[in-house]
Structure formats: structure tokens, C-alpha cells
């Protein structure tokens, strides 16, 4: 599979050559900008080959596919610890299960989610699953659309204030997606805004996730220090798959 390996390191000088020219144009530093690539639909190996890139990092958007996944790419690189983000809609279900193997989920949209997570990831520590607290983003909504989650702008705070007095979570930041179909930068500055507010009030929660293979390049311009990047590295996914 040499051929995936170059392709995918090629992939990668692209999209990192873009995060540089992102930050070059409005004066950030590059290493502030994490590269999160988004594993969804992707089958283990590929996961593999990004860590043999140097990309110990990965996201999924669905915990069944994340759990299969992840089991695989135990068994391709045993020595490699990959570190597993939640970036997708997250039904309270599955939280006991997500609790287990994320480090961090991106997409807490609500206070019922923050109370199984919490649950969950204490329930998953005393039972020696994980060690130390869940990483969490509040996810924020710009466009209202229950499909694509997200906490309303005007709650978020609040959602954030719970977050922080969960004892088994640990605030670290806002995640956002751009609206379908509408000019990215009004959005990503009304993120990046609320994230920045947020900062104020819980100095811990530094992290704002927004920008993806289409729009990197806006988000980074209104501060983001997470690209969640898929398509950009890894090629197009079937249709089907979201
Ligand atoms: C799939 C997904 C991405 C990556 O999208 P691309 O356009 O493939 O880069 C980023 N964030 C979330 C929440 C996703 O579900």
C-alpha cells in the first residue's frame, strides 16, 4: 500500500501548506492551529498511515463505526496510540460507550447530554476505562438546523457553566460548523467571538474548533486552533455517509 502512503502524505503537504498561507495572511503562528483529521468513512488503515505521518489525532462522527475502528487500528499498530475525538451528533445512549474511548468530544450541544457524559465518564473510571476527565467542546449552533446540532449562541454560556461544575468533565473550548450554503466568515466571526467571550469567564476553555476541508482558510482567519479536516486528506466519502 505505498501508493495510499504517498498519496496521503501528499495530501497532507497540501492541507498543512494551506494552514500556513491561512495563518501567514493574518499573522498567526501555524502551531496554533491543531490539524484534526476526520477518519469517518475511512477505513482503519488510513488511520494507520496518518500515524505513521506523525498524526496521532483522529475524529469520528459515529461511535459504532468509531468502536470497530479503533479495535483495528490497535491490532495494525500496537505500539501507536492514537488519541480518538467525538466530533459528531452524540445521542445520550451512546455516552457510556463514547466515554470510554474519547479523549475529548467536540459536539456537546446540551445540558442532558452534559449530565450522561459526566455519568458516563465517571461510571468508565471507576471501572478503570479511562483516566482523568473528558474533554469537552460545546458545540454552537449559527443556523438553527437540528440535523447539524449545536447549542443556540444565546444559551451557550450557560451550557458552557455547566460543563465547567461537571466533576468528571473538563471544559476546553468551543466547536462550531458553518452554516450550508452561506458565506462562512460572518459565521466563523460570530464563533469566534462567543468563543473568545468564553475564554473570559473560563480561562481553561482555550480551544475553538471550527473550520473544515472547504472553509479552513476563514476559520483560521477568526481565530480558530482546530481544523476537523477529512475530505482535503483523506478524498472524497461515499455519499451515503455523513
Ligand atoms: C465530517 C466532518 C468534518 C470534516 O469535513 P470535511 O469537509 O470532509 O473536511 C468536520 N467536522 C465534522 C463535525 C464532521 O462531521
Same mark, same amino acid.
Given at each position: 500500500?505505498?501508493?495510499?502512503? %504517498?498519496?496521503?502524505?501528499?495530501?497532507?503537504?497540501? =492541507?498543512?501548506? #494551506?494552514?500556513?498561507?491561512?495563518? @501567514?495572511a493574518v499573522g498567526r503562528d501555524p502551531a496554533q492551529v491543531r490539524l484534526l483529521p476526520v477518519t469517518k468513512t475511512f477505513p482503519a488503515r488510513d488511520v494507520a498511515l496518518l500515524a505513521d505521518l506523525g498524526l496521532l489525532d483522529a475524529a469520528e462522527a459515529r461511535d459504532s463505526e468509531a468502536v470497530a475502528k479503533m479495535a483495528e487500528v490497535v491490532a495494525l499498530r500496537p505500539?501507536?496510540?492514537?488519541?480518538?475525538?467525538? =466530533?459528531?451528533?452524540? !445521542? #445520550?445512549?451512546?455516552? #457510556?460507550?463514547?466515554? /470510554?474511548?474519547?479523549v475529548q468530544v467536540q459536539s456537546v450541544d446540551s445540558a442532558r447530554l452534559v449530565e450522561a457524559l459526566d455519568r458516563a465518564a465517571r461510571a468508565a473510571g471507576e471501572a478503570g476505562q479511562r483516566h482523568g476527565a473528558l474533554g469537552v467542546l460545546v458545540q454552537a449552533s449559527l443556523d438553527g438546523d437540528p440535523a447539524?446540532?449545536?447549542?443556540p449562541l444565546p444559551r451557550l454560556e450557560a451550557l458552557a457553566d455547566r460543563v465547567a461544575a461537571a466533576s468528571q468533565l473538563r471544559l476546553e473550548g468551543v466547536m462550531g460548523l458553518a452554516p450550508l450554503g452561506a458565506d462562512p466568515e460572518a459565521a466563523f466571526a460570530q464563533l469566534g467571538a462567543? @468563543? !473568545? /467571550?468564553?475564554? #473570559?469567564?473560563?480561562?481553561?476553555?482555550?480551544?475553538?474548533?471550527?473550520?473544515?476541508? &472547504? %472553509?479552513?482558510? !476563514?476559520?483560521?482567519?477568526? &481565530?480558530?486552533?482546530?481544523? /476537523?479536516?477529512?475530505?482535503?486528506?483523506?478524498?472524497? /466519502?461515499?455519499?451515503?455517509?455523513?
Open positions: 500500500m505505498h501508493g495510499r502512503r %504517498d498519496e496521503l502524505a501528499a495530501a497532507l503537504a497540501r =492541507v498543512r501548506g #494551506r494552514i500556513a498561507a491561512a495563518c @501567514a505500539a501507536v496510540g492514537v488519541r480518538w475525538h467525538m =466530533v459528531g451528533r452524540l !445521542q #445520550r445512549n451512546k455516552s #457510556r460507550s463514547v466515554a /470510554r474511548w474519547a447539524r446540532g449545536g447549542c462567543a @468563543a !473568545q /467571550r468564553l475564554r #473570559r469567564s473560563h480561562p481553561g476553555a482555550v480551544e475553538f474548533s471550527a473550520g473544515m476541508s &472547504g %472553509d479552513l482558510e !476563514q476559520a483560521i482567519t477568526h &481565530g480558530s486552533t482546530c481544523v /476537523r479536516v477529512g475530505t482535503a486528506l483523506l478524498g472524497d /466519502r461515499p455519499l451515503t455517509s455523513s
